[in-house]
């Protein structure tokens, strides 16, 4: 690249890193929201915590990426024809395809960056996710209890707790287990205490009753106790027995899909469709680039102004994206739209590169006549 053309590569680089920053801090932030409850409401370590909002950033960061190049791209052109500098570098020959090339190789590294998070990164931080809550479920199940209301632990497993001291005793507690229907269980006690060992989270009720109701007889039996002891972990599914959601798959699962997956024609679509979404979304970095470069550099410079083409640079990315996610929801139903999905950001590619490439030859102002043409003229 020369040296303009670096000069260029150097601003849009800071710019996309500053979007990127701020784009992900957002997202942090609502997702620490979700998070936090762990940490302040239940007692979790804060280790975990960060460890959980840490796994957040690889799922949504092959999204912002594109997006933040987008408004880095936006700001940066538009800065530059605000500052004149554009028209002087019009002015000097540079066309319009020369002037998008540094952009064009910054949409080339994001698309790599995307291309690796797709791949390799974000499948992983999905399954570390997965299991840090199955995990949480099964060993920290007593960090979800809170007072006053019954929390539901498992499927038809509630737990009703009035209050917590310092200690962690959970006083007046109430469970009721309808696990089996036909059977319920109902157990009361004037204390419990939540005890976490290798096999997992135990629930130890002191001080009270378990009544059991048997459904076809109508009999009521009751059993008035010290001690009772409830194994928390048998109450959710563990994490090996769930089957997996394509996007903890990684991408050599997807690609070798087993003989029970392939014959299943609903499952094997949304995993076919989850490993093409993974192969055709960094192709939209290069495309939302190309396109918004193309509706700032084509044309003559305004001097008014270019938010009709910031606008129209802004429409046509979102119609672009909501057009990609559309593509992958059809997908996962029908593998027919798979093709469209790799087609929608190169259709979109090329007539940008078109407009652009028109001023790879910019004009260059007449000659001024010769002392000889103009006494010939005269």
């Known amino acids: 690249m020369t040296r303009l053309q670096r000069y260029l590569f150097r601003n849009l680089l800071i710019t996309t890193l500053y979007s990127t920053a701020g784009l992900t801090l957002t997202i942090w932030l609502s997702q620490s929201l979700r998070l936090i409850e762990i940490v302040v409401s239940a007692g979790a370590p804060l280790r975990m915590f960060l460890w959980l909002l840490l796994l957040t950033v690889p799922t949504f960061l092959g999204i912002v990426l594109p997006l933040a190049l987008v408004g880095a791209v936006l700001f940066t052109y538009n800065k530059m024809a605000t500052d004149s500098e554009l028209v002087v570098m ?14 064009l190789v910054l949409a080339g590294m994001v698309m790599a960056v995307v291309y690796l998070l797709n791949v390799w990164i974000t499948p992983a931080a999905h399954r570390e996710l997965v ?10 199940s007593q960090l979800f209890i809170r007072e006053g209301v019954f929390n539901d632990i498992g499927e ?3 737990v009703f707790v009035r ?7 959970l006083h007046k507690v109430l469970i009721h287990d309808a696990r089996q229907p036909e059977k319920p269980v109902t157990i009361m006690g004037d204390r419990a205490v939540m005890l976490t060992g ?7 009720v002191y001080d009270g009753n378990r009544q059991e109701l048997d459904r076809k007889t ?10 009772y002891a409830i194994d928390l972990k048998v109450l959710s599914p563990a994490a090996a027995e769930r089957w997996p959601d394509a996007r903890e798959r990684s991408t050599d699962e997807l690609m070798n899909l087993p003989p029970d997956i392939v014959q299943d024609d609903k499952m094997r679509s949304s995993l076919i469709a989850e490993l093409h979404h993974r192969f055709a979304s960094p192709l939209l970095a290069l495309a939302f ?9 084509s044309g003559e410079f305004n001097r008014r102004g270019q938010s009709v083409r910031i606008t129209m640079a802004v429409l046509l990315v979102m119609g672009l994206q909501a057009g990609a996610l559309g593509l992958t929801s059809l997908s996962g139903k029908m593998t027919a739209f798979v093709p469209l999905m790799y087609m929608l950001p190169l259709v979109s590619v090329v007539p940008a590169l078109w407009v652009m490439s028109r001023g790879l030859r910019p004009r260059r102002p007449a000659a001024p006549p010769s002392a000889g043409d103009a006494a010939a003229a005269g």
């Not at 019009?90 to 952009?103: E, K, Y």
């Not at 109508?218 to 001690?227: C, T, W």
């Not at 680039?289 to 550099?297: D, I, K, N, P």
């Open 218 to 227: 109508g009999r009521l039996s009751q059993l008035y106790f010290e001690r």
């Open 90 to 103: 019009r002015a000097a020959g540079v066309g319009p395809f020369a002037l998008s090339q540094p952009a």
């Open 289 to 297: 680039t190309a396109v918004s470069l193309a509706a700032l550099l």
């Open 198 to 204: 290798v096999e997992g989270a135990r629930f130890v």
């Open 156 to 158: 038809q497993f509630s």
């Open 131 to 140: 299991r840090m809550e199955y995990a949480v479920r099964s060993d920290y």
């Open 163 to 169: 209050e917590r001291d310092s200690d962690g005793n």
